[in-house]
């Protein structure tokens, strides 16, 4: 099974500046990788994933992330955050498992708080 | 398109008592999950169904949970008796098939209160 580290609870960041929320994950073997958001009373929404191929990914609302197989890292950026990005942040692995095909492993979050 | 529907939206019961939740997911959508989410946790996943068979329920505590999808298509899951250790919030999630490779999409989840 998988196991994934969210190494921040909370983040707090003032507006207009950049931030990067942190992953890593158990296995080198092979995985994909996805960041979910979710705002307050709402369920889950993708932002992005990593399947193969270029290890930098770009989703919604301007996140990416980068997949690092050699330290097992697939950390989310954004180069200036807005206030409506105060949410909760998911990382979230899969692996090719027969028993566990198609599981997510989701990490504990981190809360992002977007200060004016 | 609609996206997972779940409800009710919000259930508070004493403890001992039943409680049964509802998922509608997206059309077309073969594979079905539950997941609890614990209060500042991530959603661990309680059960998969790819159509109406439970392909993947290793996680779920079968002494007082159940779920069903007669129809493969909407999903119950059923609590029986509530215990305190229950209040959480509990997300079904959808997706066209069964692959890792495959996004899923999460209704807005039931927030369960046990008394």
């Known amino acids: 099974a998988q196991s994934v580290t969210q190494l921040d609870s909370q983040v707090p960041v003032f507006e207009e500046a950049p931030v990067e929320l942190r992953c890593n994950y158990s296995s080198s073997v092979s995985v994909y990788l996805f960041w979910y958001v979710q705002y307050p009373n709402q369920g889950l929404q993708l932002l992005l994933k990593y399947l193969s191929g270029s290890t930098l990914v770009k989703g919604i609302n301007g996140f990416e992330a980068e997949f690092n197989k050699s330290q097992t890292s697939f950390h989310l950026r954004k180069p200036s955050v807005h206030i409506s990005d105060t949410a909760e942040y998911f990382c979230a692995v899969s692996d090719g498992g027969s028993s566990t095909l198609g599981r997510l492993y989701f990490g504990r979050g981190t809360q992002l708080t977007v200060w004016p | 398109e609609a996206g997972v529907v779940q409800s009710p939206r919000y259930k508070i019961i004493e403890k001992k008592q039943p409680v049964a939740f509802w998922c509608n997911p997206i059309s077309g959508h073969n594979t079905l999950y539950w997941y609890l989410q614990n209060l500042g946790q991530g959603p661990e996943l309680l059960i998969r169904?790819?159509?109406?068979?439970?392909?993947?329920d290793s996680q779920l505590p079968k002494d007082r949970f159940s779920a069903e999808r007669l129809k493969g298509v909407d999903s119950t899951l059923k609590i029986q008796p509530a215990e305190l250790g229950d209040s959480a919030v509990y997300l079904c999630?959808?997706?066209?098939?069964?692959?890792?490779?495959?996004?899923?999409?999460f209704g807005p989840g039931t927030r369960l209160t046990v008394l």
């Open positions: 169904y790819e159509n109406e068979e439970a392909v993947d």
């Open positions: 999630a959808s997706s066209p098939g069964t692959s890792g490779r495959r996004e899923q999409f």
